[in-house]
C-alpha cells in the first residue's frame, strides 16, 4: 500500500475518545521497547510520527494514527515493563482489555516479537488472550536484521513453538532498519480490511 497521508488524530484513555466512524483499525501490541514505533514509521514512511524512545513505558495511552483516511494504526501501551507501578500496569492492563475485547472496528492485532529472543511470558500471556477473545492475530517478528538470513527460519520456528503458533494467524519477519517485510505486512493488513 503506497502511504499518502498518515497523521496521530487522537491519544485516547476511555472508549468515549475512541475515534467514531466505521474505519477498519489494527491494534499494534508488544513489550516495552520492542519496536512498536520504529514499526509504526517504518510502515507509514515516516522518520518520527510515533515518537520513539530509549526509555520503555514511553506509550500510556491508545494512539489512534489514521492512515490515508482508510484505516487505523492503535499503539497501545507495551506491556512487561518494571519501572512503572502496578497501579499504573492495571490501569493500562484495563483500557488495553476494554479496547480489545470491545472494539467492533478492529480487525486483527499485530503482536510485535523480537526474532532474535524466544517470545517472553508476557507475548506468550498476550496472544493466549487474543486467541481467547477470537482476535486475529498478526506477528510480526522484528529486528530481523540483527540476525543473519540463515538463522532466520531457525528463529522463526522458535518464536512459533513459544507462542504455541496457531497456523491459521499470519507471521510475517520484519525490519524497520531495511523495510523487509514491509510489502508483506501491508499486503495482510489489507486482506484483513476487507473482511
Known amino acids: ?34 519496536g512498536k514505533s520504529s514499526f509504526i514509521n517504518k510502515m507509514l514512511n515516516r522518520k518520527a510520527l510515533a515518537r520513539t524512545s530509549s526509555k520503555p513505558g514511553k506509550t500510556q495511552t491508545l494512539n489512534f494514527f489514521i492512515i490515508n483516511e482508510i484505516l487505523y494504526f492503535v499503539d497501545v501501551p507495551g506491556y512487561g515493563y518494571a519501572k512503572v507501578s502496578k497501579t499504573e500496569r492495571a490501569a493500562w492492563g484495563k483500557m488495553i482489555e476494554t479496547y480489545i475485547t470491545s472494539r467492533e472496528q ?6 510485535i516479537v523480537d526474532l532474535r529472543h524466544p517470545p517472553s511470558a508476557d507475548d506468550k500471556m498476550m496472544y493466549d488472550f487474543l486467541k481467547h477473545y477470537h482476535i486475529p492475530v498478526i506477528v510480526i517478528a522484528t529486528k530481523a536484521d540483527k540476525i543473519p538470513k540463515s538463522k532466520w527460519q ?42
Open 1 to 34: 500500500m503506497k502511504v499518502t497521508s498518515a497523521d496521530i488524530v487522537i491519544s485516547a484513555v476511555r472508549p468515549s475518545q475512541y475515534p467514531e466512524g466505521a474505519l477498519p483499525e489494527f491494534a499494534l501490541a508488544g513489550r516495552s521497547n520492542v
Open 154 to 195: 531457525k528463529h522463526l520456528k522458535i518464536v512459533k513453538e513459544t507462542l504455541e503458533f496457531d497456523p491459521d494467524d499470519a507471521i510475517v519477519l520484519f525490519s524497520s532498519e531495511t523495510g523487509e517485510g514491509k510489502d508483506k505486512a501491508w499486503s495482510i493488513i489489507q486482506a484483513y480490511m476487507n473482511k
Open 106 to 111: 478492529l480487525k486483527a492485532v499485530l503482536l
